[in-house]
């Protein structure tokens, strides 16, 4: 744009040595160019100055912290000031119609602004890499220019805003300066003796958008939230929260993290899985029963006849795990793991499972609801697992006769069950 100032042309030495750079240390040449040209950002002190009018207490922490902030920062923002948003607003338009027009004209500020010579300011001539580069433009115009260009008439309306904005943030200057004074030891009008109106300057900035944005800012949101800040400097918080969420925020692709995670989980329960199992394998091995089981084995194994004294010694261990292994060992609760349980594999069948589920859900109510039709077995088995809250795993270990019967009592029909744990509460009465 020609109301921009010519930073690339100006400085291409400066761009032309990064780029040189970049190319020598790393074949990541973007990784590198971000290193030389981003510069550490510092979020500055917010003084709220409606604290100076909440009592002495409340207006001597403000006062301190004042001070402090000049002394170690320098700078500080301040909120509750006392000036309108409105002259705020009209301030803003009028500097952007100044920086909108051409750079001639801008840097021309004596003949079409009525500005001192040299006012007009862009870039950092004495830089000597990007990274001292100051990437901005700006009027330092002193006080008494302002009510000069008043009096001449020249551009009536910015020299109007000019000098009520100068007028209304000068009694806050002062009102900050008298601070700052007391805390140094001073008298309060020091600086309003000490600071004439020929030293003091209304300066407005402006940071114009990178020329080479396909090489510094490649991501699309990384652009887009550059181009806001640029338009819209007057949004200090949030600019300043996207700017952090764009520079901590997570880079990784959510999708991967989530694959990952699942991965990691099921890795732990698989694990998990088998640490318990392999105990309830050990404790089970430790007990009499199991070792009568084996004695038993070994019997048939050898035609029925053994050594009294070997067997009153302690099994070969080589013998035991070899008569173990034919085993099978049915532990309710501590299943031998299986592929099918774990997170992961049931987050990527979980589509298979719902609609499996919906299926089954709607032959049930057609068969059941609709049609009638009596309860098959297993769908019966169904119910009065559910009926009774029973484990999956305690109902398949229950005997044939034992389900047989509870299924005849129709547990799944409230009166039926009512009565039937009335029952079961009365036989364990009797039998206490």
């Not at 309108?84 to 301030?91: A, D, I, N, R, T």
């Not at 009568?292 to 194994?301: Q, S, V």
């Amino acid at each position: 744009m020609d109301s921009d100032p010519p930073f690339r042309k100006a400085y291409k030495t400066l761009f032309d040595n990064t780029v040189n750079k970049a190319n020598n240390i790393s074949n990541n040449k973007e990784e590198v160019i971000q290193q030389f040209v981003t510069v550490e950002e510092c979020e500055l002190p917010l003084i709220d100055l409606g604290r100076l009018e909440l009592g002495e207490k409340e207006r001597e922490k403000c006062m301190t912290e004042i001070a402090r902030a000049s002394q170690e920062w320098g700078f500080f923002q301040v909120v509750n000031h006392g000036i309108s948003g409105g002259l705020l607003q009209k301030m803003k338009s009028e500097q952007e119609k100044v920086f909108k027009q051409s750079f001639d004209k801008k840097r021309q500020e004596d003949k079409h602004l009525n500005f001192s010579p040299g006012t007009y300011r862009w870039g950092t001539p004495s830089a000597t890499s990007l990274r001292q580069l100051a990437w901005s433009e700006a009027f330092h115009i002193p006080l008494n220019d302002i009510s000069a260009t008043s009096a001449s008439g020249l551009n009536h309306t910015l020299s109007s805003t000019m000098e009520q904005f100068a007028t209304t943030v000068s009694s806050l200057a002062l009102k900050l300066a008298e601070i700052l004074a007391e805390k140094l030891g001073h008298k309060s009008t020091f600086f309003l003796e000490n600071c004439l109106p020929s030293t003091c300057y209304l300066r407005m900035n402006r940071y114009p958008p990178c020329p080479i944005p396909s090489e510094i800012l490649k991501d699309e949101a990384s652009r887009e939230q550059y181009d806001y800040a640029i338009a819209h400097p007057e949004e200090v918080f949030y600019n300043t929260a996207r700017y952090y969420q764009a520079y901590y925020g997570h880079k990784t692709d959510p999708r991967a993290v989530l694959v990952g995670l699942l991965l990691i989980l099921s890795a732990f329960q698989y694990l998990n899985q088998w640490t318990r199992y392999n105990q309830a394998i050990d404790m089970v091995k430790k007990t009499p029963a199991y070792k009568n089981r084996l004695r038993a084995l070994e019997l048939e194994r050898s035609g029925g006849t053994t050594n009294k004294k070997k067997s009153n010694r302690q099994m070969n261990k080589k013998v035991e795990e070899d008569l173990g292994s034919e085993l099978e060992l049915q532990i309710n609760g501590s299943e031998q793991p299986s592929m099918w349980d774990l997170l992961g594999v049931r987050f990527v069948l979980l589509p298979y499972t719902i609609g499996k589920l919906l299926l089954w859900c709607g032959c049930w109510f057609w068969r059941y609801k609709v049609k009638k039709a009596p309860y098959t077995w297993d769908d019966a088995s169904y119910l009065t697992r559910r009926s009774l809250g029973a484990p999956i795993d305690g109902w398949r270990n229950l005997d044939e006769s034992r389900k047989e019967d509870l299924i005849h009592k129709r547990l799944w029909e409230k009166a039926n069950l009512q009565s039937y744990l009335a029952d079961m509460r009365k036989e364990s009465k009797r039998r206490r």
